[in-house]
């Protein structure tokens, strides 16, 4: 049996896990579900679901990744009864929610890395880009999307198949750093237009009557989707943990860092899309509409440009790096005679395949639209404000069964670590009964709305 790889220091795995948690949920998702649920509220709401709902899931699935040294499809093998139907069908579900999330999030990756590229032209002839054309000559172009959407999938298979430490850890940890950098640079520039003190308002100001029936479930399906969890990822991660690594501490750090990184990224984003689109930015595009718009306007606006979209991408290249290892490490660790990079191949291609969909949702499949939103709105608003938080509330359940309850104590209670016994008692609580009461109120509260 081949060795399982795991992390190479501490440091390498929050380097993988808030790369792989800080990607266009931040950046490009975020500021567009806010600005759909109108602002300070939905935010308030978020940060507590991200401590409440969303740590305790990431520490559970964590720890039972770092106990079982499996992925979530080879951890279903070692459970037995009924905990194994469930476990299994929650694992599977799980797995074909990574494989489409990845296809729709090559697509968007493939934008941004359009983006770069032209601000790249721009910069190099000295020339500048007419913002109205850039993303409609995009959009217009199914192709084009899918060629874009292959590099970037290319991109992350060639780090995926090398493994945990010459490819994560390397890799997403080279690149971490200097999204942090890029991201701080940028805040400072977009603090200083005269829209900040109004998306400071509109960002941190709760007007409760802002919210809707639907704002629960979608705050829910975004955290979990920005801390990655509901996809099995964290359990992979936690497989390659060593036995002496603290696992609740480990959450905590990766939820904190990944909360933070969003709000900067609201920092960044609204006083640029105040500034630019008069209050109207709830739709998926508007990032890519707005900032150009904005940055072709001043000189040095490529060089911005071409900055802030290598942020992003680097961004979204570390998240789907996370959904790629966490497909092959299932087919690996599910079928043993499969190599990684024959696992990693054949995945790339069928996530390349679906891709096709959203890929041409803006022309050729312009005409299907449901309330006004496309293929790729459909998907994104299908998947991630109804099939993740399903997911998460069966990884709930099912995890609270399967987690032997002296790992877990070992965890939390284990004398030469941080350690906490009201903490151990909390986070019991909030797995088995916290997040499964939170996610079924949400689908209440969102049936409510659509009968009302
Ligand atoms: N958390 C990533 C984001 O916010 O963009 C998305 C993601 C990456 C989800 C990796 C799941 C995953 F395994």
Redesign the pocket.
Known sequence: MPKRGSWRTRFGFYLVAIG???????LW?FPYVVSENGGGAFVLLYLILALAVGMPLLVAELMIGKSTRKSILGITKQTSGQNQILFRWIARASVVL?FV?LSY?AVISGWVLHFAMQFFAGLVRNTTIDPNDFLRNLLGNGLLQVALASVHLILAWLVVIKGVHEGLEKWIGNMMPLFVFLLIWLVFKSISLDTFANSMRFLFYPDFSKLSYSSLISALGHVF????VG?G?MITFGSYFKETDHIPLAGFRVTIA?TVISLMAGLLVFPILLHQSQGRFADPTLLFEALPRLLTQSRIGNLFGLAFFICLYI??LG??I??FE?IVSNIVDRKKDIKREKAAQWTGVGVLLVSTLPAFSSNFLRQFQINGRGILELIDVFLISWILPIVALGMSLGLSKVLDEKVMAAEFLAPNKVNSAALYGHWKIALRYVIPGVIILGFLLELLGLIL
């Not at 989707?225 to 990655?228: A, G, K, P, V």
């Open positions: 792989s948690a800080c990607g266009l949920g931040n998702r990574t999330v999030y989707f920005t801390l990655s996809f990822t990944d961004a979204a998240a789907s996370g959904l966490v």
